[in-house]
């Protein structure tokens, strides 16, 4: 599902300020696998995220994605790409708190061409996978932590993608909510979801669905456990 091959990413490349985030970064995972990326701030997990989501390209190398060479694609191709195949679960949730659940969850199909009862069929599911239908004619400002980021994560689920990406999932969570949204994670796993989650939690150590753990310092991978 996922192929990097000798990726490099060198922030601000040819100036005195360039900086190696990535160094020869090789990685391969399967289609339903779970992946943990371990490693402390800084040692370049969300810089890897961002460049299998398209959304920041590497210097240099090959990032494959379902078969589709991504390392190289033209932005409008590239979010057309995340649209089709990924969805992306961040620390900060950037939701319209003036809105309530269900409108925040179906704003990213509210341009697709899927007709209304699809639309709905979906936000419906998408918020029962990710716990928070019983909120769904709440205000997001009314919300709590736990709660803002299971509207976050059914909005990232709408467009059904194969490949999902958290980036520090639970640093804004109590332990109750992390351990919560370890099992949304393990129910999408068991839907044969692909998962990477970018994380130095301890709660995500010996999980029983987790197939790899990949272990980053100073933008290398130092240590795999598969
Ligand atoms: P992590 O997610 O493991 O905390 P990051 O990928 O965010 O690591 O960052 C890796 C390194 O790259 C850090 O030293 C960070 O300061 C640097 N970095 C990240 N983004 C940029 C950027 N846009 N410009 C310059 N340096 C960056
Ligand atoms: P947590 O459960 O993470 O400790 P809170 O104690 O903030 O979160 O919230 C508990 C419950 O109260 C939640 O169901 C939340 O939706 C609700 N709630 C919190 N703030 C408001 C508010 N301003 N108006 C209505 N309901 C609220």
């Known amino acids: 599902m996922v192929i990097l091959e000798n990726v490099y990413k060198i922030y601000n490349e040819g100036t005195p300020q360039a900086f190696e985030a990535l160094k020869s970064i090789d990685l391969k995972i399967a289609e339903g696998e779970t992946v943990i990326l371990n490693g402390v701030s800084g040692s370049g997990k969300s810089t890897l995220l961002s460049l299998i989501a398209a959304l920041d390209k590497p210097s240099s190398g090959k990032i494959t994605v379902g078969g589709e060479l991504i390392s190289k694609l033209p932005d409008l191709h590239a979010s057309a790409y995340r649209a089709k195949t990924i969805g992306v679960i961040f620390?900060?949730?950037?939701?319209?708190?003036a809105l309530s659940v269900e409108e925040n969850v179906m704003a990213p199909l509210i341009n697709s061409r899927l007709d209304m009862a699809t639309i709905e069929r979906r936000v419906m599911k998408s918020m029962a996978l990710a716990a928070i239908s019983h909120k769904r004619e709440g205000e997001v400002k009314a919300l709590s932590g736990g709660e803002k980021q299971r509207c976050a994560i059914?909005?990232?689920?709408?467009?059904e993608p194969q490949l999902i990406l958290c980036d520090e999932p639970t640093a804004n969570l109590d332990r109750a909510n992390s351990l919560k949204f370890i099992e949304i994670l393990q129910s999408l796993y068991e839907m044969g979801k692909t998962i990477i989650v970018a994380t130095h939690d301890p709660?995500?150590?010996g999980l029983s669905f987790v197939n790899k753990v990949i272990h980053m310092e100073d933008g290398k991978i130092v240590k795999r456990e598969e």
């Open 91 to 97: 620390q900060h949730f950037n939701l319209l708190e």
């Open 154 to 159: 059914a909005r990232a689920l709408v467009h």
């Open 203 to 205: 709660l995500f150590e």
